[in-house]
């Protein structure tokens, strides 16, 4: 069988000691790459002042994992710039937050001819490859540049926007003609793919070809849904781990009288972070009997902190956090618990266990698997309820959650109350069919659907362009 290249920004094997990065690629390529005995390729994390090209290479559980420094001018234009100041905030809809500087898509496009070059060398006959993401949308194009023939497929763990947001960027027809220089594209859902489509036909004439391909730029590709999972089969077990219960049976005892809620997201604006705690605030003010009775614990590390956006939104946090404790506490008792750091996920597993409620309610979401891993974590005894925002890919998969738009605090405070107020039987009925969803749509049938199609050999351009 062939050998599976993984290309992402982030590589961040799981060590299983909990330092891990936090994200859902990173979290879901380990997963994906464990049972291929691959190379997982990407940066290092570090910095140099001046690009060496040199691979540094590790093996870890079979995966072959290969790594390279990046300058820090590419860093910041790359990564910090086009990256996380353009790409990110435009596709997840936030224009007002968008920067649109020149030099950023010049380090953009530079890191990702450096980032090919430096995989040429690894790259054998019969390997299909599989980038990640929207840092590294140009990756196939330079990989052609240089000659590589091989099957190259590409998905993004983000939304794809409406039409009328990707022409905001200066440079949108070399970004999206980049794409087709892949075999295969994916993205989470339906909507992206058909936003995606709209794009190709409506501002570049593109066509659909007879076998159902997109042809465009005198190039062909395909494009398809492939909503992710996590790993289900790796939850079910950590659950049941000694630390799961020690963490789970420790907040049970600090909550006998108390009905815990929970938050887990990176502290990004595009997680509604601030819509939940005004919700939150709404419902401690609409219920007076709940004040001393239930609690929100956040859970949100600190991401991207050398962007100004997440620094702000961090103060704004803090001082909204400051607000609602400041009103709603007693002496013995804070409505909410915020915590800027990461967890192990067996610790995670028995957070979510001992959580009531979970609130999930990103204003947009390529998907969130922190949605998945609340139902893989609960029982079917006494299951939990999650509240989802319809703006999350998740919403499409699992509608047995109480599903919410974020940007209501009436509808967050509304559905705080029917979940903790719902009874066991409808919790059991609703757990029942997200969890068969969860473990269904798992990381291994994302990953083997995505590979599967990928492999699948295609028809020559010249046999199906409609010209
Ligand atoms: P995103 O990829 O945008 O961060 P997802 O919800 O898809 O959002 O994935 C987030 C991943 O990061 C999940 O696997 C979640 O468990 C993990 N994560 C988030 N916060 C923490 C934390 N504080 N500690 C450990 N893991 C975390
Ligand atoms: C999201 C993105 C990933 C990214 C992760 C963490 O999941 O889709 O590509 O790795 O966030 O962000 P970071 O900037 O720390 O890699």
């Known amino acids: 069988m062939s050998r599976l290249i993984v290309v992402s920004n982030?590589?961040?094997?799981?060590t299983g000691k909990g330092d891990e990065s936090v994200g859902g690629l990173a979290m879901a390529l380990a997963a994906a790459l464990r049972e291929y005995s691959g190379i997982w390729?990407?940066?290092?994390?570090?910095?140099?002042?001046?690009?060496?090209?040199?691979l540094n290479m590790q093996k870890a559980d079979g995966v072959t994992v290969a790594t390279v420094d990046l300058e820090e001018g590419d860093y910041q234009e790359y990564y910090n710039g086009y990256a996380n100041k353009t790409l990110w905030p435009l596709f997840h809809y936030r224009v007002d937050l968008t920067a649109y500087d020149r030099s950023f898509g010049e380090g953009y496009d530079r890191v990702n001819r450096r980032f090919a070059q430096t995989l040429l060398p690894l790259i054998e006959p019969d390997d299909i490859i599989w980038v990640h993401d929207y840092h590294l949308i140009p990756m196939a194009r330079e990989l052609r540049r240089l000659g590589v023939t091989n099957r190259i497929g590409f998905f993004l763990h983000i939304p794809w926007p409406a039409h009328q947001l990707v022409v905001t960027l200066p440079r949108h027809r070399p970004l999206v003609e980049a794409l087709f220089h892949y075999d295969l594209v994916g993205f989470q859902t339906e909507e992206s793919v058909q936003a995606f489509e709209g794009y190709v036909f409506n501002e570049v004439g593109g066509e659909r070809t007879e076998d159902g391909r997109l042809t465009a730029f005198g190039q062909v590709t395909r494009a398809a849904a492939f909503p992710i999972g996590i790993d289900a089969e790796d939850f079910a077990r950590i659950k049941e781990s000694p630390r799961a219960t020690r963490v789970y049976d420790r907040l049970m005892a600090h909550s006998v009288f108390?009905?815990?809620?929970?938050?887990?997201?990176?502290?990004?604006?595009s997680k509604g972070l601030e819509e939940r705690l005004i919700g939150f605030e709404r419902f401690l003010h609409d219920n007076p009997q709940a004040r001393r009775e239930v609690m929100l614990l956040q859970i949100a590390p600190i991401s991207r902190d050398e962007v100004e956006a997440y620094q702000d939104l961090r103060g704004r946090l803090d001082g909204l956090i400051g607000r609602i404790n400041g009103a709603y506490a007693?002496?013995?008792?804070?409505?909410?618990?915020?915590?800027?750091r990461s967890y192990r996920r067996d610790e995670l597993a028995g957070v979510y266990r001992a959580s009531k409620?979970?609130?999930?309610?990103?204003?947009?979401?390529?998907?969130n698997l922190v949605a998945k891993e609340y139902v893989a974590s609960q029982t079917p005894y006494d299951p939990g309820v999650l509240i989802l925002s319809r703006f999350a890919g998740a919403a499409r998969q699992m509608k047995e959650a109480l599903i919410i738009n974020p940007n209501s605090p009436e509808e967050i405070s509304d559905a705080l109350t029917r979940a903790l107020n719902m009874d066991i039987d409808e919790r059991r009925r609703r757990f029942e069919s997200l969890m068969d969803n969860v473990t269904r749509q798992d990381v291994t049938a994302w990953r083997d659907d995505f590979v599967a199609q990928l492999r699948e050999p295609t028809p020559t351009p010249a046999?199906?362009?409609q010209d």
């Open 10 to 14: 982030r590589v961040n094997p799981p």
């Open 41 to 54: 390729f990407g940066w290092s994390g570090k910095t140099t002042t001046e690009f060496t090209g040199q």
């Open 258 to 269: 108390r009905k815990m809620v929970v938050g887990v997201d990176r502290l990004d604006y």
């Open 330 to 340: 007693d002496m013995d008792y804070n409505p909410i618990r915020y915590l800027n």
């Open 357 to 367: 409620a979970a609130l999930v309610t990103p204003l947009r979401d390529g998907m």
């Open 463 to 465: 046999l199906t362009r």
